[in-house]
């Protein structure tokens, strides 16, 4: 288990800003932000490469804020794997082991199943630069986990690597996590890895956690426009309640009504809408959902296996690629658009 206490931090232009955390063990651990938000270093100062100017960090209650990394049972992957380029994959796995003292036949034993655990039991005696980015990737986690660390830290480990790969990559984190149950704290800008990996996620900007929660939580109700912004709501509204009747809230945007579930009773909110959540129909439907509010195609945005479709009530919808021909949607074509009002999230100005 790990605790930070309002640990603050400078280093350079970096920041971290009264970082308070709690991190159960065996959990799955993600912290999600932008580029330069701080999150490298604060794995860093976990793991006693540097340390704060105030608060505190503890590791299964033991105040560790100022003992040196090697007393901290951490293992720690970067993002560029760090592998000694003049050992061999088995000799770079053990590196931690012999360091520690051990004798050969427990090293051995220990190598030996953290490379079977992996899958890299034929790579033993090849060196790095003759690896694949996720075969190194595999080593570098092989290493970490080969001295049995209390705390598994890894730093952007997928980013480097080729979609395919770094899909196949997520399956077998996740599998080793809950073979293994060592507590991880993986950080990311990658929404899916989150999503994917974490059994909750922290967001970080500009050096200070702004929310935390389980992923679904966090990605279908942000706590704010410049979080939303970043875990990819596409429809940002801002609007005034012009009623709420027993939890059920209309309000009054620019264009039409929204009606949501919410507790706030009158003023001004803005409204949170992911494009996955709303639906398009090339006529009216029988529906379940609350809200239909009609508009026309202004743009059509591929991305990949779907596309975002842009209407001109400022609505956007994340549709597949299947969905849009089948529709013939293009520029100019009338649609509705059907959301529930559980899949609008409403907070206030």
């Known amino acids: 288990m790990i605790v930070l206490e309002g640990v603050s931090l400078t280093l350079g232009s970096f920041q971290l800003r009264r970082i308070s955390l709690r991190v159960e063990r065996g959990e799955y651990f993600i912290v999600l932000g932008p580029t330069g938000a701080g999150k490298t270093l604060l ?21 560790m804020t100022y003992a040196p990394p090697e007393e901290r049972g951490i293992g720690f992957v970067y993002q560029d794997y760090l592998l000694f380029p003049h050992l061999t994959v088995e000799e770079n796995i053990s590196f931690g082991l012999r360091a520690r003292g051990l004798a050969e036949e427990e090293i051995r034993e220990r190598v030996a199943q953290v490379m079977k655990s992996l899958g890299i039991p034929h790579l033993r005696g090849r060196y790095p630069s003759t690896l ?11 290493r970490a ?33 809950e073979s293994l149950g060592t507590t991880t704290i993986h ?3 990658d929404r899916v890895e989150a999503l994917t990996l974490g059994d909750r996620v922290a967001v970080l900007m500009g050096g200070e956690v702004v929310q935390v929660g389980a992923p679904e939580e966090v990605f279908e109700r942000p706590g704010g426009v410049e979080v939303a912004e970043f875990l990819g709501v596409e429809n940002i509204l801002s609007g005034v309640v012009r ?9 009054e945007t620019e264009g039409f009504q929204v009606t949501a579930i919410s507790p706030i009773e009158s003023g001004e909110v803005t409204l949170f809408i992911r494009p996955e959540n709303i ?9 379940s959902a609350r809200n239909c509010v009609e508009g026309r ?11 975002l479709v842009h209407l001109d009530n400022g609505l956007k919808a994340s549709i597949t690629r299947r969905s849009l021909e089948e529709m013939g949607l293009r520029p100019g074509r009338r649609v509705y658009a059907y959301f529930k009002a559980t899949s609008v999230h409403v907070v206030p100005k």
Request: cysteine-free.
């Open 43 to 63: 794995l860093e100062t976990i793991a006693g490469f540097h340390t704060p100017r105030e608060g505190r960090i503890l590791i299964d209650g033991v105040d």
């Open 132 to 142: 694949s980015g996720g075969e190194q990737q595999r080593v570098a986690l092989a």
């Open 145 to 177: 986990l080969a001295i049995s660390p209390k705390v598994l830290l890894l730093d952007e480990p997928l980013s480097a690597l080729d979609p395919q790969t770094r899909e196949t990559l997520r399956r077998e984190l996740r599998r080793v996590h």
């Open 187 to 189: 950080v990311t800008h």
């Open 243 to 251: 009623a709420n009747r027993g939890g059920i809230a209309v309000v």
């Open 279 to 287: 639906i398009l129909s090339r006529s009216r439907l029988e529906s």
């Open 297 to 307: 195609v202004t743009e059509v945005t591929p991305l990949g296996p779907t596309v």
